[in-house]
C-alpha cells in the first residue's frame, strides 16, 4: 500500500496508471467504519488499483459545526485500509489541497437548496469543490459514494453530468450496524443513552417503509408517522423529516412510484442523518 500526500505526485502517479490500469476511488474524511470498507471492496471489485483518500475538507464546515472536534486516527484508518487491500492512500494536507489566493468555487444549483441544504449554508458548495478537486487529483474512471449522504450523492452525480467530467459514479447502499443505526463517524460522539435515542431515526424509517408497503401514498400522513415515532420519547431534535421527488429533491405531496425519505436530527450535540427510497416492489 502506498501513501501519498501530495498533489502534485498523485495526479503523476495517475497518469501513469492510467495508460493501463482502471482507477476506483473512494472520497473520506477519515476515522473509518464499515460503511467506508464497504465502498473500498467495492472500488476492489471493479478497479485495478484502488485510491482511498482522507481529507478532513475545512471549507464544508460551518464556523459553528464540529470541525476541530471531527475525529481523525489516521494510524487506524491506514491499518484498516491495508488490511482491504487498499492500494493507494492519498492523503493531502489543506494548504496543498487549498493553495493560498484560491477562490475558485463549483456549485451545483437547485439540489443544495433542499434537506440538509437549508440549514447548512455554504456545505455543498465546499462538497462539490472539494471533490470535484479530488477528481482531477486523483483521476479515477469510477468513484464509489454511500446512499447514506443522499443529497451529496445527487449533487456529485449532477456535478458530473453537468461538467461532463470522464468518469462513473457508483451508488452503494446504506451499511448500518446490527441495531440499525446508520454507520457514521459521528455515532461515536454518542453516549449509550444517546444512541438508545438514535434509534428512533431508523425505527421511523422502518415504520416509513411498513405504510408504504400496505400502500400508504400521502406524504402528510407517512411524515406524521414518522415524526410521531422521533418524538416518542423526547430526546431528539428533528431538523427535518421530508420526503422528496428521488432526482431532484423537491417536496411531495403524494408519492408515485418512488420517492426519498430523508430524516435529520440532533441527539444531544450530535447531527445524525439517514434516508430510504420508497420504492415499488
Do not use: W
Not at 462538497?127 to 479515477?140: E, I, R
Not at 459514494?145 to 452503494?172: A, C, S, W
Amino acid at each position: 500500500m502506498k501513501i501519498i500526500k501530495t498533489v502534485k505526485e498523485m495526479q503523476s502517479l495517475a497518469e501513469s496508471l492510467r495508460r493501463d490500469k482502471r482507477i476506483g476511488f473512494v472520497p473520506t474524511m477519515g476515522y473509518l467504519h464499515e460503511g467506508h470498507l464497504a465502498l473500498v471492496r467495492k472500488a476492489r471489485e471493479l478497479a485495478d488499483v484502488a485510491v482511498v483518500s482522507i481529507f478532513v475538507n475545512p471549507i464544508q464546515f460551518g464556523p459553528t459545526e464540529d470541525l476541530s472536534r471531527y475525529p481523525r486516527d489516521f494510524d487506524r484508518d491506514a491499518a484498516l485500509l491495508e488490511k482491504e487491500k487498499t492500494d493507494i492512500i492519498f492523503c493531502p494536507e489543506a494548504g496543498d489541497v487549498y493553495p493560498e489566493g484560491y477562490s475558485t468555487y463549483v456549485e451545483v444549483k437547485g439540489l443544495e437548496d433542499y434537506l440538509c441544504g437549508r440549514t447548512r449554508a455554504g456545505h455543498f458548495l465546499g462538497v462539490a469543490t472539494v471533490v470535484a478537486k479530488l477528481f482531477n487529483m486523483v483521476k479515477p474512471h469510477f468513484a464509489v459514494f454511500g446512499q447514506k449522504d443522499y443529497q451529496q450523492l445527487k449533487i456529485i452525480e449532477k456535478m458530473v453530468r453537468d461538467l461532463n467530467m470522464d468518469l462513473t459514479i457508483v451508488p452503494h447502499p446504506t451499511v448500518r450496524e446490527n441495531d440499525g443505526l446508520a454507520m457514521s463517524s459521528r455515532n461515536t460522539y454518542l453516549s449509550p443513552e444517546e444512541r438508545e435515542e438514535a434509534l428512533l431515526i431508523s425505527a421511523s424509517i422502518r415504520r416509513a417503509e411498513q405504510l408504504f408497503k400496505e400502500g400508504e401514498r400521502n406524504v402528510a400522513v407517512i411524515e406524521g408517522e414518522v415524526a410521531k415515532v422521533l418524538g416518542s420519547k423526547g430526546g431528539l431534535t428533528v431538523e427535518y423529516v421530508s420526503i422528496s421527488h428521488a432526482d431532484t429533491l423537491e417536496a411531495l405531496e403524494k408519492i408515485a412510484d418512488r420517492a426519498v425519505l430523508a430524516i435529520a436530527c440532533r441527539v444531544g450535540k450530535t447531527r445524525l442523518i439517514d434516508n430510504t427510497i420508497l420504492m415499488e416492489a
